[in-house]
């Protein structure tokens, strides 16, 4: 078989082992959903969370975790940075299974506890820009719109499994009333073009973005994402940053403040001192919880 006729075969393989793995993770995921949904909710998401815990470490980004946490912390010892990493994945096997369940676990106001009125105040009427990172649960982060009123557009990334994309997707949209749109070109334009209109739009912003701009993050050189900022001096609006805290007893605190938006004609320098502006403010939260942020993503440079 010569090479031209064998690329097509090799590409065939490709796509078919493709399948195969999504139509792997599909599965896993329906039967992942079937089983949260027949146990109580709270049992769910403590049993999870410990789940994680001991088998996150065994994860190869637990490695990661590890780098990151000593970038980030290097007077802390490696028991200590050990320890918080396997807190992270506490955290986040409550947040997997708490996703797979969030009509439930929004249903209950007494979970919830909000510091965003000043917030709402000061944007008014107009439009803004939320963003937040990955720490808490984030994906209950657009409750603190939903308490002021708001109907929030939401812009996500999309999964490349379709079919595990439409499930989370049918429990993440009712959060979003004003829609919850994938990452793309049509959504930027028409997320602006919303903004500017009075609507508010939410993101996670903490994620590493080579396309995007190098920024100084725990002390080193990060990848951030531009975006929200410009969005935000594009249109004339406030940025908020928005939080969500893990409390005990399967509570949260979802808090709010505006970050100031320069205003100096230059939008590009703008928006890169915004982004540094609201990243210097995760800083400082990560910092005070450590162990709720997702210490595995490939943030730094």
């Given amino acids: 078989m010569t090479a031209q006729s064998g690329r097509p075969l090799a590409a065939r393989l490709r796509s078919f082992g493709l399948t195969v793995r999504h139509a792997a993770e599909w599965l896993m995921l329906r039967a992942c959903f079937a089983l949260v949904r027949v146990i109580p909710e709270r049992a769910m998401v403590r049993a999870m969370g410990r789940a994680w815990r001991f088998f996150g470490p065994m994860n190869k980004r637990h490695r990661r975790a590890m780098d990151n946490l000593a970038r980030a912390f290097p007077e802390m010892g490696e028991a200590e940075r050990d320890t918080l990493a396997r807190r992270m994945w506490e955290n986040l096997g409550r947040v997997a299974a708490e996703t797979l369940q969030l ?10 506890e909000f510091d965003v009125s000043e917030v709402g105040g000061l944007v008014g009427d107009g439009g803004a820009v939320v963003v937040s990172m990955h720490a808490g649960n984030w994906e209950v982060t657009t409750l603190g719109a939903l308490e002021l009123g708001w109907s929030p557009i939401g812009v996500y990334k999309a999964l490349s499994n379709a079919r595990s994309d439409t499930l989370l997707h049918s429990l993440r949209a009712p959060l979003y009333p004003g829609g919850l749109l994938p990452k793309g070109h049509e959504t930027a334009r028409r997320v602006l073009s919303k903004v500017r209109r009075g609507g508010r739009v939410a993101m996670l912003a903490d994620l590493r973005d080579p396309r995007g701009a190098v920024i100084p993050f725990f002390g080193h050189d990060a990848y951030a994402t531009t975006y929200p900022a410009m969005v935000a001096c594009a249109a004339g609006v406030p940025l908020v940053a928005a939080r969500v805290l893990r409390l005990p007893d399967d509570r949260f605190r979802i808090s709010a403040v505006i970050v100031d938006v ?11 001192a915004l982004t540094q502006a ?3 403010l995760f800083e400082q939260w990560i910092r005070a919880a450590p162990d709720q942020w997702m210490w595995i993503m490939r943030k730094w440079v």
């Fill in 262 to 272: 320069p205003r100096t004609g230059d939008r590009k320098a703008d928006a890169l």
């Fill in 103 to 112: 009509d439930r676990v929004t249903q209950d106001p007494s979970r919830f």
């Fill in 278 to 280: 609201y990243h210097g």
